[in-house]
């Protein structure tokens, strides 16, 4: 048999294809390289994991999280599996516009909002896995002061001590939600005078939260808390929302809560892709709720995380910021980072020293005036301020000068009730025949209702009045007496302001602590009230200076004319964070003031003082004054306030220069 010995044949060609590289820049038709900087492009670019921006003072923040958007929609993730949740649905609605200007319309499909807003979204969705209607009503604080109110009044009998009113309740019961406190941990640290009420309180909220269930009402605390529950009790539902929405974006993370940290923390739990962005140097709102801790635990609660600092400053010059890193290097937890700015600009920042807050007031005034003789706009200066009383003399002052400005971050002086009732009392001993304000101080006597006081109002409203012979009605007779011979009696001397505001804010007292649950609070407006009292000479030039406006008015002329022109902005530190102006005044700035007295026995307190004077100082474009006025007296230390904040302590005068200010003769 013959062997088949099978033929050579030649070997098969083998054809060699060449992939090239992909240039991955031309995939995009964004130019990420040339529209941001170093910092922000990597951020922008960074991929799957968690991410923390630290986002210093106008370093570009919002224009990070724009491009990440696109950027991620670019790299083929599907709008509706990112998240972009922010404080306000107008940050929301302005970055994914500026998206959709810079990309395309893909990006109005991305899921942005609030927070309360997105759980609203999911709870009506899985409203029946927590036993709720889906056609429950969102309650706002309003309604649900009234409803506290309701309940209250079926809780405390009526020989109840001094027990806290409707809107007191809620603010302990929210704050307990939103810091994982006990009513009874917020009373003991906020609110120690209701430390009795205690169990009756928390009977008070366990009816609420009951009386919700049985209405179908949420309140805002609750669209988070429910939002929680859901996540932490429905694996399924958790695992569902978590691999829907792939990337989460949080803007201003520094002021989340504890519990929308947690909703973070569960909704990124199937794959981790967190970017967080916010600057702990600006964590001002704790009194919100806000969790300090959110941020600079963010790398221990998502290990792994990547952290990237925006330095550069897009708003003010290098000679502020030079100030402003100062500042914040005293604080004793942050995260370390120096901001820079390519803006040069001669003119540093300075600290003014006065001899008491009529001079810091005059100064402000004239200063303004020369600013806008200089080509700036009154629209484009502003004076800050720890708290909204500070700015009293000052707008006395801008009103003599015809300068319009608004007030933001509380009521301008005489629109405070309590400042309003005061008002009220010295125009009727001015003017007997002020019906208006003699009703108002009618009606805060227990026992007189409208009716009461309309049918008074005739035989009360005279230049002498003969309360004996009137027919006054038994539970308001001896408190009518008492009003009316206070009034006739500083009628004697209206030559002398202080002395008669001394006797009706001593007449007052009683009624104030009886009216308002802050009235330690409210005392001190009073106090200040007094002093700016004694610098007349005659009780209707006083009153002249306050009444650009009657008492009972909610929009004063100033305010008018600002709305149809220029103003000045007059505004808390806390209203004006995020915003900016080329001139900006930190008026106050006297230790134990800012930082204020009740915070030097806390560390973590002083550090969010500190804060406060950061964010005020990186407001400022061009030009920052500091003043501090050296006759403030604080009453409830006996102390005189005389140095500077001690924030600015050891300060070089070629970053902070000294001004010495010399009144004409």
């Not at 820079?340 to 303004?368: G, H, W, Y």
């Not at 009316?484 to 104030?512: C, D, G």
């Not at 649950?517 to 009292?533: I, M, P």
């Amino acid at each position: 048999m013959e062997n088949l010995i099978p033929e050579k044949t030649a070997s098969p060609v083998v054809k060699k294809y060449v992939l090239k590289k992909q240039d991955t820049a031309s995939q995009y038709k964004i130019n990420y390289e040339k529209e941001l900087n170093p910092a922000q492009l990597e951020a922008v670019k960074f991929k799957t994991g968690p991410v923390l921006v630290i986002a210093g003072a106008g370093s570009g923040k919002t224009k990070t999280l724009t491009f990440r958007v696109a950027r991620l929609i670019e790299s083929g993730v599907k709008p509706e599996n990112i998240l972009l949740l922010t404080f306000t649905k107008k940050a929301a609605d302005e970055m994914l516009n500026r998206a959709v200007m810079i990309l395309d319309s893909r990006c109005e499909k991305v899921a942005g909002g609030t927070f309360h807003s997105f759980s609203n979204y999911i709870l009506r969705k899985y409203s029946n896995l927590l036993e709720l209607q889906n056609n429950f009503t969102i309650i706002d604080r309003a309604d649900a002061e009234d409803v506290i109110n309701h309940l209250r009044g079926t809780v405390i009998g009526k020989q109840e001590k001094r027990f806290p009113r409707k809107g007191t309740i809620l603010d302990i019961y929210s704050k307990a939600i939103n810091k994982n406190l006990t009513a009874q941990e917020v009373i003991e640290s906020e609110y120690n005078q209701f430390s009795h009420c205690v169990e009756k309180i928390n009977e008070i909220s366990k009816y609420y939260v009951s009386y919700k269930r049985q209405n179908s009402l949420l309140d805002y605390d609750d669209l988070l808390l429910y939002l929680r529950t859901l996540l932490q009790s429905n694996d399924e539902i958790r695992k569902k929302l978590s691999n829907q929405y792939k990337y989460i974006l949080i803007d201003e993370y520094q002021d989340t809560n504890s519990l929308q940290a947690d909703i973070i923390k569960l909704l990124a739990s199937e794959h981790n892709n967190v970017m967080a962005v916010g600057d702990d140097s600006q964590s001002i709102y704790s009194f919100r709720g806000a969790n300090f801790r959110n941020i600079l635990d963010f790398p221990d609660i998502f290990p792994g995380t990547k952290v990237i600092k925006l330095e550069q400053n897009y708003r003010s010059s290098q000679n502020i910021l030079a100030l402003t890193n100062e500042i914040i290097k005293k604080a004793k937890e942050k995260y370390t980072k120096n901001l820079f700015s390519d803006i040069v600009f001669p003119e540093k920042p300075a600290l003014i020293c006065m001899n008491d807050m009529q001079t810091e007031a005059e100064f402000v005034a004239q200063r303004v005036l020369e600013l806008q003789e200089e080509d700036i706009s009154l629209n484009d200066i502003a004076v800050l301020c720890r708290s909204a009383r500070m700015t009293y003399n000052l707008e006395i002052e801008l009103g003599k000068r015809a300068i319009p400005y608004k007030k933001f971050g509380g009521l301008k002086f005489i629109e405070t009730a309590h400042v309003k009732d005061v008002i009220a009392h010295l125009r009727v001993i001015l003017n007997p025949h002020d019906i208006i304000s003699l009703n108002r101080i009618l009606l805060l006597l227990n026992g007189v209702g409208n009716q009461t006081a309309m049918r008074l109002l005739p035989m009360l409203s005279t230049e002498k009045v003969e309360t004996e012979k009137l027919m006054l009605p038994s539970k308001s007779s001896d408190s009518i007496k008492k009003l009316f011979y206070t009034l006739e009696e500083q009628r004697k001397n209206l030559l002398n302001p202080s002395q008669i505001v001394e006797k009706v804010l001593s007449y007052y007292e009683p009624i104030l602590t009886d009216k308002y649950d802050d009235y330690t609070k409210r005392l001190k407006d009073l106090e200040h009230f007094l002093y700016l009292s004694s610098q007349y000479s005659s009780l209707e030039d006083f009153l002249s200076d306050l009444a650009l406006e009657p008492p009972d008015s909610s929009v004063s002329e100033v305010e008018d004319g600002a709305q149809k022109d220029e103003y000045l902005t007059l505004s808390t530190i806390h209203s004006a964070k995020g915003l900016e102006w080329k001139a900006v005044f930190i008026i106050g700035a006297v230790d134990g003031r800012f930082p204020s007295v009740y915070s030097f026995n806390s560390e973590e307190e002083l550090d969010e003082e500190l804060r406060l004077m950061y964010v005020a100082a990186t407001r400022a474009k061009s030009y920052l004054y500091i003043t501090y006025p050296i006759d403030m007296f604080d009453y409830s230390s006996g102390m005189v306030l005389s140095k500077p904040s001690r924030f600015l302590d050891g300060i070089e005068e070629d970053i902070l220069e000294k001004w010495i200010l010399e009144i004409e003769d």
